[in-house]
T-cell receptor, first 111, second 118 residues
Framework: QKEVEQDPGPLSVPEGAIVSLNCTYS??????FMWYRQYSRKGPELLMY????GNKEDGRFTAQVDKSSKYISLFIRDSQPSDSATYLC???????????FGQGTTLQVKP | GAVVSQHPSRVICKSGTSVKIECRSL??????MFWYRQFPKQSLMLMAT?????????EQGVEKDKFLINHASLTLSTLTVTSAHPEDSSFYIC??????????????FGPGTRLLVL
């Protein structure tokens, strides 16, 4: 079992839809949770960062962490074609000092 | 958010030559930087952890003599691909660790360097 599991998609939605991206993880000791967005041929861009259970909102993006279920989500409201990218969840392991990435979910928002 | 730059963004070289890639944290100091490699449609693969003033820590299967890392200052790490061969062609991305007191830490990524070895 991988430490972080993420459905690779691809996920295709119409413009304006609410998008839900999810990851599960196996180690309850993981501390910090991040979502990155990566456009083709570009480096990942940090979207959201959280370290506690609950919701964190930033504009159209909401990150949700459920530590009891070891489940993290990223919601995108009013999705736009410019949101089309690969979204990577990443979890920081205090034991190793490294980020552990999910496989990435490719999202396409159609006009 | 914090900014990390990489140079060059793209390089094409002949087989057998060495290529140096620079990674800079522009608005914060990073005692730790990371080097990743990414193949098409795949997630990032950590190659090594670069610590300022000390030797890099390489992941299993990554040749330290092939991929030389130097972290000479708190804002600069370099990756040198020595005697590059076509199989080294890839997308190389660096990141820098940013620690925020009381809030933990995260990593900010550079824009990546696309290496093509002919």
């Amino acid at each position: 079992q991988k430490e972080v599991e993420q459905d690779p998609g691809p996920l295709s939605v119409p413009e304006g839809a609410i998008v839900s991206l999810n990851c599960t993880y196996s180690n309850s000791a993981f501390q910090y949770f991040m979502w990155y967005r990566q456009y083709s041929r570009k480096g990942p861009e940090l979207l959201m960062y959280t370290y506690s259970s609950g919701n964190k909102e930033d504009g159209r993006f909401t990150a949700q962490v459920d530590k009891s279920s070891k489940y993290i989500s990223l919601f995108i409201r009013d999705s736009q074609p410019s949101d089309s990218a690969t979204y990577l969840c990443a979890i920081f392991s205090g034991n190793t000092g490294k980020l552990i990435f999910g496989q990435g979910t490719t999202l396409q928002v159609k006009p | 958010g914090a900014v990390v730059s990489q140079h060059p963004s793209r390089v094409i070289c002949k087989s057998g030559t060495s290529v140096k890639i620079e990674c800079r944290s522009l608005d914060f100091q990073a005692t730790t930087m990371f080097w990743y490699r990414q193949f098409p449609k795949q997630s990032l693969m950590l190659m090594a952890t670069s610590n300022e003033g000390s030797k890099a820590t390489y992941e299993q299967g990554v040749e330290k003599d092939k991929f030389l890392i130097n972290h000479a200052s708190l804002t600069l790490s370099t990756l040198t691909v020595t005697s590059a061969h076509p199989e080294d062609s890839s997308f190389y991305i660096c990141s820098a660790r940013d620690q925020v007191p009381g809030q933990g830490e995260t990593q900010y990524f550079g824009p990546g360097t696309r290496l093509l070895v002919l």
